[in-house]
């Protein structure tokens, strides 16, 4: 932390390798690292204490026991029935526009024919048993419901858990609850946290009538304890990308509107004190602006506290570079959960943008359209993993398997290939399995 709003960084003249701007991109490396440690006993309690084990935890986290830990039928149908109209009407609409995109992005299965009589065919197929995590800590996330649960379905998965922190009256809070039986869900775990990951990844015994099958992915964001519990449990179950506390990079340039710039980096500062806002600009005058605007709309906004700790945080600031050219390879460099680009022509510079989780194009596409409405996704990668993961999409609820299917003509024909690499890999038996199919001897 510094005394100031938040922290000014010059790269003018700086090299722009990738080892050099690592180590001088605002990242809060120690925050990731303490939650890692944190997360470690939460989970073994977990598993080996069940559900009894989630209650503690629960308690201990959240300031509530609830007396069950599956929400019942009856509180998400009521929660459908006094859904606020707007709320519904808003939350249909982006349901609607999450499906279209998603239904866009269901791979269709491949055949490959080699040769004649040998074909290879690639063969999608959804996962069976999905974990969902929908955040609940500072804010209530119904849209997180829809970005989860959505492209799940498109994908066809069987079983959808919802896991998601309870509030003082020992559930989640109804909006999310509404936003699952909207959708169909019914199976809603009441946990949150590095507890409900645990659960869902080492599932329980029945207990009080109450038991959980592991599952074999979990998706959606959470705080860094939920993003290090899901780096945790990753290899004994799936998990989508590590999509923790929210950040945002925007790209100007002396064409930005400051007022807007400002505006978006509070939106998503406004998530969570550990959340991070940074501007790459080659112009010092539109830094100026925007620290102004922020000065002048933090002390506004309805979570200013929370807001000025992640401005303040080792992991926002104001980057000022040499020009453009620049801009865009700082910007790719930090690989940004959001990236604004609000430039003079955005289409055109966007496309020089190659690494993050979504990007967003000048003035009339903020990242907060992106987190409810926009018919892309919310649930993206953080802490530069964008470098090689994606958002939440029907792909990450699916998994590709190669059917091969060679007629004996087709096999006679590479006979001798495979039985030339398994000799120069000392591995004679694989070579003598296709040999004895013609009658050889290996
Ligand atoms: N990357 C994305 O796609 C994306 C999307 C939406 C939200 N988010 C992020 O999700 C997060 C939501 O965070 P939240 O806190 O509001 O809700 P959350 O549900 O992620 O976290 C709440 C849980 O954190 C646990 N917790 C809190 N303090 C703890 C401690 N000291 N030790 C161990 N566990 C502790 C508790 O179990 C609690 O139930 C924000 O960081 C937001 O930026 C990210
Ligand atoms: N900006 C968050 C991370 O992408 C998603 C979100 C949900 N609700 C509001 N915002
Ligand atoms: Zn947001």
């Not at 866009?104 to 299965?109: H, I, S, V, Y």
């Not at 950040?247 to 930005?256: F, H, K, N």
């Not at 790459?280 to 002048?296: G, K």
Request: net charge negative.
């Amino acid at each position: 932390m510094t005394d100031r709003l938040i922290d000014r960084l010059d790269f003018r003249g700086i090299p722009l390798d990738r080892r050099t701007l690592a180590a001088r991109l605002p990242r809060a490396a120690l925050g990731a690292q303490a939650a890692a440690d944190a997360v470690l006993p939460i989970l073994e309690q977990v598993r080996a204490g069940g559900r009894e084990a989630l209650l503690d935890l629960t308690e201990r986290f959240d300031g509530v026991r609830p007396g069950r830990v599956f929400a019942p039928a009856d509180a998400i149908e009521s929660a459908v029935r006094s859904l606020d109209p707007a709320t519904r009407a808003a939350l249909e609409e982006s349901i609607a526009r999450q499906r279209r995109v998603s239904a866009a992005q269901r791979p269709a299965d491949r055949t490959t024919e080699l040769a004649a009589g040998a074909r290879v065919t690639d063969r999608w197929l959804p996962v069976e048993r999905v974990g969902l995590y929908v955040p609940g800590g500072r804010a209530v996330y119904p849209s997180t419901v829809v970005m989860n649960v959505v492209p799940a379905q498109e994908a066809g998965v069987d079983a959808l858990i919802i896991a998601s922190p309870p509030g003082p009256d020992g559930l989640p809070h109804r909006d999310v609850l509404a936003a699952a039986g909207l959708l169909g869900v019914e199976t809603i775990l009441i946990a949150g946290g590095a507890q409900a990951v645990g659960a869902l990844a080492y599932g329980f015994d029945p207990q009080d009538g109450e038991s959980l099958e592991p599952v074999d992915l979990i998706t959606g964001p959470g705080n860094a304890f939920v993003a290090a519990a899901k780096a945790q449990v990753r290899g004994i179950v799936g998990i989508d990308a590590v999509a923790g506390p929210t950040e945002i990079i925007v790209l100007a340039d002396d064409s930005a509107h400051p007022a807007l710039v400002a505006a978006d980096l509070i939106s998503q500062a406004e998530h969570d004190p550990q959340a991070a806002a940074v501007l790459v600009s080659p112009s010092e005058a539109l830094l100026q602006a925007v620290e102004a605007e922020l000065a002048r709309q933090v002390p506004q906004a309805e979570h200013h506290d929370r807001i000025a700790q992640a401005l303040a945080g080792e992991q926002s600031a104001l980057i000022l570079v040499d020009d453009l050219e620049a801009g865009i390879a700082v910007t790719n460099a930090y690989a940004g959960e959001h990236v604004e680009v609000m430039t003079g022509e955005p289409a055109a510079v966007a496309t020089r943008i190659t690494k993050g989780g979504a990007v967003f194009l000048g003035d009339h596409s903020p990242v907060s359209l992106g987190d409810y409405c926009s018919g892309s996704n919310h649930v993206l990668p953080t802490m530069g993993t964008a470098a090689f993961s994606s958002g939440l999409g029907v792909p990450a609820f699916m998994r590709r398997s190669q059917v091969i299917d060679y007629d004996r003509e087709a096999l006679a024909e590479v006979a001798g290939h495979v039985e030339t690499l398994a000799r120069v890999e000392g591995l004679p038996a694989h070579g003598a399995a296709v040999t004895r199919r013609f009658g050889g001897e290996a």
